[in-house]
């Protein structure tokens, strides 16, 4: 049984920078896609970025895009967010997730708060 922990997160002032980690233990471990996502009530729960495992293609939300970097050390079955100028906006609870098969995200991880201070 795959389990994600993930680490990282905090309070930040707009303008900082923060790197979320999610770490996949358990075997065996396989990862089609592997992504992050957050939510920040009463918001529904919204797509941030994701990366396709072998390859590396990246696609990132728009409200994301040029500050957050998702990456993957195969080595360590981890996967990264590195958010870059954070906004207000930004806060949130942050959740890592992998879709094993290509069929949908179902593992997820604990979630991780990010607050960014205006």
């Known amino acids: 049984q795959v389990q994600l922990v993930q680490s990282g997160g905090g309070l930040v002032q707009t303008g900082d920078s923060l790197r979320l980690s999610c770490a996949a233990s358990g075997r065996p471990f396989s990862a089609v896609r592997m992504g992050w996502f957050r939510r920040a009530p009463p918001k529904e729960r919204e797509f941030v970025a994701s990366i396709r495992w072998s390859e590396g293609t990246t696609t990132y939300a728009d409200s994301v895009k040029g500050r957050f970097t998702i990456s993957t050390n195969d080595a360590k079955n981890t996967v990264y967010l590195q958010m870059n100028d954070l906004k207000p906006e930004d806060t949130a609870v942050y959740y890592c997730?992998?879709?094993?098969?290509?069929?949908?995200?179902?593992?997820w991880g604990q979630g991780t708060q990010v607050t960014v201070s205006s």
């Open positions: 997730t992998v879709d094993p098969r290509g069929v949908g995200y179902n593992i």
